[in-house]
């Protein structure tokens, strides 16, 4: 099978359903930034920590699930979904690392070690695919979980960076002002 069609040529694409829209039409933009975090996330992995590949392994495939979610414009129920459920997961992991870091004072720089500085980058796309996300939800209907899920991961993302950042005896910094 080619992995090509060139059915995108004049910049337009499928969705699940075999409808066709731009590629700059908000359900590709919400799915793509969501591909975009996915990628990225992938780049980290291995971080050095066994317990944050595992959780950020098991995030990619939420995140390929919210990127089939956001596909389908329509309430098919064969489509994996995110759930409160997925939520859950990612408030219990930054639960137990809460009791691994000392307690925020103020902001922090998004740096720190290789994989601590890709973790705060990977919370920056999840943030922005979050707006795409809720720019969709604003004209048709989406997932209200898989909105929560990518807040959600954008918290859990900045708490990794920062519990990888302190394992590796990398300082945080505040910003000054």
Partial sequence: MKIYTGRGDEGMTDLRNMDRVSKTDARIEAYGTVDEANALVGVIRPSGHDDIDDHLRAVQNHLHVV??????????SDVPRIDESDVEQLESWMDAYDEELDPLQSFILPSGSEPGAKLHHAR???????????????????????????????????VFGRVVNKREGVPEESPTY
């Fill in 67 to 76: 990127q089939a979610d956001f596909a389908d414009p329509e309430d098919d």
């Fill in 124 to 158: 920056a796309v999840v943030r922005r695919a979050e707006r795409r996300a809720v720019d969709l939800a604003n004209e048709e209907p989406v997932n209200a979980e898989a909105i929560a899920y990518l807040n959600r991961l954008s918290d859990a993302l900045f």
